[in-house]
């Protein structure tokens, strides 16, 4: 036995080695930066972008068509994801948006029945998109904000009208990442938007869900004074 363990010619590690050389392996990972930020603020600008071409698109294809066009957002989707629709209709007016809590049953149906018939109006634009453009995965649209209502969009579809004479909606588009919320202010008649960030906090992330309602409120109150 003795000659064979010679053979071998090393008694192998002890756990005093195994630790230390566990011990520098972990520093040497731990000294590697995280890209998982970069990565999350990377996908965050670039919905950013792609929005802000949408609303160019939008704008431009209203005036050529001499129609309403409108960004459409599918919050509800999984992953999320928006088109641009134009109107079939020539000269449609569109109907006054109401808080359904302030309806009746009766009223609610026909608010119910009149945005039926407006969606059946609108057609995708095949141009802008072959399909439904969709948002990064890490990137999550929180809710719209439309001038023309009195409160933020967060369930089933989000609407941003453009109109032939070069007018838009004034809307607020919020979107966040784990790490922080922007803000997508599109103004109704200037040529170009306006984003903003605002990171989450240490203490935001214990409850980032009550922490994103209370920023995207915040956020919308002082857009709605300016």
Avoid at 57 to 70: G, H, K, P, Q, Y
Avoid at 164 to 169: L, N, Q, R, S, V
């Amino acid at each position: 036995m003795k000659k064979f363990n010679k053979a071998l010619g090393h008694h192998g590690f002890t756990i005093v080695e195994i630790m230390v050389a566990l011990m520098l392996v972990a520093m040497v990972f731990a000294l590697i930066p995280s890209n998982t930020a970069d990565d999350e603020r990377a996908r965050l600008d670039q919905t950013l972008d792609d929005f802000n071409r949408a609303v160019r698109f939008a704008t431009n294809e209203s005036i050529l068509r001499n129609a309403i066009v409108r960004v459409s957002i599918d919050l509800e989707s999984e992953p999320q994801e928006y088109t641009v629709e134009y109107s079939t209709e020539g000269g449609m007016a569109l109907p006054e948006i109401q808080d359904l809590e302030d309806l009746s049953f009766d009223e609610r149906e026909a608010q119910q029945r009149a945005a039926k018939d407006l969606n059946s109006q609108f057609q995708k634009v095949a141009e802008f998109s072959k399909e439904a453009k969709k948002i990064p995965m890490g990137v999550l649209v929180l809710g719209v904000a439309n001038i023309n209502r009195n409160d933020i969009v967060q369930s089933g579809n989000a609407y941003i009208y453009f109109y032939p004479t070069g007018e838009k909606d004034n809307a607020l588009i919020f979107l966040s990442t784990m790490a922080e919320l922007a803000t997508l202010d599109i103004p109704p008649f200037e040529n170009t938007t306006f984003s903003d960030y605002s990171i989450y906090s240490e203490a935001d992330h214990a409850n980032l869900g009550n922490a994103q309602q209370a920023k995207m409120k915040e956020l919308y109150e002082q857009w709605l004074k300016l």
